[in-house]
Structure formats: structure tokens, C-alpha cells
């Protein structure tokens, strides 16, 4: 009795082993790899040094994070800049703005430039002048492509080679008035994604009724000719995310749902803007908006925004 019980567990133990062993194969004898591990968002930290906003402009500059203006939680405004070299310890740069609320904050020829109906520039961050009033209005993006500024919104495409006097390229782009989506430079060309127009929709959007929000992407070589080149990609319609060129990459990522009313957390990757791969990950952020982004000493950083509340929590992904 004993021999015959050694037997059985020994041939469960076979068993189990060439179960095991199989699990790997399928039934052409081809090896299956195991599901790769997924990649997590790291918390820098949850609390930065600046008060927990939204709609807070980030850029790079003299080899730090900047961080200005914004909104925090009951919509008031925060005049400052906060710039950082490691994303954990934040410190104060300037502590009442001079330029307006919502004024993109980039660099152009070695200074940084706040940008919106007004234009002001500055080679420290403390000390800023007044270079211009801008000759365009509100709702617009500002880059810079092929070392040039472009201000592009729903009064047309403005072109400036030194920031202060600008020139009108064009006054209809195909895309009427729209606002709030990502205008990205790659590739040598202009990607415009996403966004919102001034019209209903069918049926109504929840949150915005009179607001119609989009999934499209246009291209354009200089601003003035654009192509829509997809008209529905498969991430869904959405305003107030961001774009950022990442691995020789344009991702998106987050953003807001006019039409549920929630908020995204999701990460998206093309190379052509027609062929999009969703990203997954193990560890990620809370779906938020108008947050802050940067590529930034080999890693993606994603900074703040409004995951209702507001917050200040600082994540970043490795390389």
C-alpha cells in the first residue's frame, strides 16, 4: 500500500510539472512568454511646495521645472512661479506674476516668454519685461516651430521671430473656433488634437450643452494649410489634456470628457497621428485635467491639475 501511494504522488508530481511546462507552449510548440510586467508612475511627492492649481503653464528652463500661475480650489487665482531640479523640492521663483492668468509660459531664444493678450519676457524668471501687447485675443495655443513663435486660435494663425512684432499668416483655419484641445511641433510639422467648438452637438454634451468636443487630428507644414488626417481617433473626444513629444513619440495623455462630465487618466502614443497604441500601466495618477507635463531629465513628468479638487502632487515615469 505504502509503494502504491509513493507511486501516485509521484506521478502528480510529473503531472504537475508538465502542466506547468505546457502552460508556456501553445499547439503550434511555440514558446508563450509571460505577460511583460507593466511600467508605474512613480509619486515624487504628494504635496510640492506650490499650492495645490489647475491651469498652471510648466516649461523648462536653464535646466529646471517651472511651474506659474494657476487656479486652486474655488477658482482662486495664484500669481507665482516655482521652478525645481528634481520634481520633489520646489522653490519659489517670483512670488506676484506680472503677466496675466492663463498666459502660456514657454522659451524662446534663451528667455522665458508669458504669453497671451499681453507679451512678456523675461532672463531670470524674477525680472520681467513688458515687450508687447499682443495683436490677437484670448483662447489660443502658443508654440514654437522651426524657431519661430506661432499663436494659433480662432482669429487665425500669427507668426513672430522675435516675440514682439508678429504677422498674420491667416485669418480662417479650417477648424473655426476651436479651443481647448493640444497643438504639439513634430516631425517639422504642426499637429492639432482634440478641442472644443462653440455649437451643439447631437445629442448634447453633458457638461457644456452649447460645447461640442472633438477626437480628430489636423497637420499642417506652415500654419496656414491644414489636412485633417483622421477624424475620429480612438481616444475619445476631450478637452483640457496634454500632448508632449516623448520617445520620439507625440503622447497624450488625461484630459476631460464634455460629454460625460469625468475625467481621463489615460495614455496615448503615435508616431503619425493616424496610428494610435493606448499605453497601459501598473501605477498611474488620478484621471485629472489641466496639469502640468515636462520631459525632463530622462523622465515623463506629470504635475498638479484638477482631479476635483485640485491638487499638487508631482508623478513621474522612468525612461
Same mark, same amino acid.
Given at each position: ?21 505546457? $502552460? ?28 495645490? *492649481? ?16 494657476? &487656479? ?6 495664484? *500669481? ?35 504669453? $497671451?493678450?499681453?507679451?512678456? /519676457? ?22 514654437? %516651430?522651426?524657431?519661430?513663435?506661432? *499663436?494659433?486660435? %480662432? ?10 512684432? &508678429?504677422?498674420?499668416? /491667416?485669418?480662417?483655419?479650417?477648424? $473655426? ?7 504639439? /511641433? ?41 489636412? *485633417? ?8 473626444? $476631450?478637452? &483640457? ?9 507625440? &503622447? ?22 493616424? %496610428? ?15 496639469f502640468g507635463i515636462c520631459d525632463f531629465n530622462n523622465k515623463l513628468w506629470v504635475i498638479a491639475g484638477a482631479t476635483q479638487p485640485v491638487v499638487n502632487e508631482v508623478w513621474f515615469l522612468e525612461d
Amino acid at each position: 500500500m505504502k509503494t502504491s501511494k509513493k507511486y501516485i504522488v509521484t506521478a502528480l508530481i510529473v503531472l504537475a510539472v508538465v502542466l506547468g511546462i505546457a $502552460r508556456f507552449y501553445d499547439s503550434g510548440k511555440h514558446l508563450i512568454q509571460p505577460a511583460p510586467k507593466l511600467q508605474d508612475w512613480i509619486l515624487a511627492t504628494q504635496h510640492a511646495g506650490f499650492n495645490p *492649481r489647475d491651469t498652471a503653464w510648466t516649461t523648462i528652463f536653464k535646466d529646471k521645472m517651472y511651474i506659474g500661475n494657476g &487656479w486652486a480650489n474655488g477658482g482662486i487665482l495664484t *500669481r507665482d512661479l516655482w521652478s525645481s531640479a528634481d520634481g520633489v523640492k520646489w522653490e519659489l521663483v517670483l512670488n506676484d506674476t506680472p503677466y496675466e492668468p492663463y498666459a502660456k509660459l514657454l522659451v524662446f531664444k534663451d528667455k522665458l516668454w508669458a504669453i $497671451r493678450t499681453e507679451i512678456w /519676457s523675461s532672463e531670470n524668471g524674477q525680472d520681467w519685461t513688458k515687450e508687447a501687447i499682443a495683436p490677437f485675443g484670448d483662447f489660443g495655443e502658443v508654440i514654437v %516651430h522651426n524657431n519661430t513663435l506661432l *499663436r494659433i486660435g %480662432h482669429d487665425g494663425v500669427w507668426k513672430s521671430c522675435n516675440g514682439i512684432f &508678429w504677422e498674420l499668416l /491667416s485669418d480662417n483655419p479650417p477648424f $473655426r473656433d476651436r479651443a481647448f484641445g493640444s497643438i504639439i /511641433s513634430f516631425q517639422g510639422k504642426l499637429w492639432l488634437m482634440g478641442g472644443r467648438e462653440i455649437a451643439p452637438n447631437n445629442p448634447s454634451e453633458k457638461n457644456y450643452p452649447d460645447w461640442t468636443t472633438y477626437n480628430d487630428v489636423w497637420v499642417s507644414q506652415d500654419g496656414v494649410a491644414w489636412e *485633417r488626417i483622421i477624424e475620429h481617433a480612438p481616444w475619445e473626444p $476631450r478637452i &483640457w489634456f496634454k500632448t508632449i513629444i516623448h520617445k520620439d513619440k507625440i &503622447w497624450l495623455l488625461g484630459g476631460f470628457s464634455n460629454k460625460k462630465c469625468t475625467n481621463y487618466n489615460d495614455v496615448w502614443e503615435t508616431e503619425d497621428g493616424i %496610428h494610435w497604441q493606448q499605453i497601459n500601466f501598473g501605477t498611474i495618477w488620478s484621471p485629472r485635467h489641466e496639469f502640468g507635463i515636462c520631459d525632463f531629465n530622462n523622465k515623463l513628468w506629470v504635475i498638479a491639475g484638477a482631479t476635483q479638487p485640485v491638487v499638487n502632487e508631482v508623478w513621474f515615469l522612468e525612461d
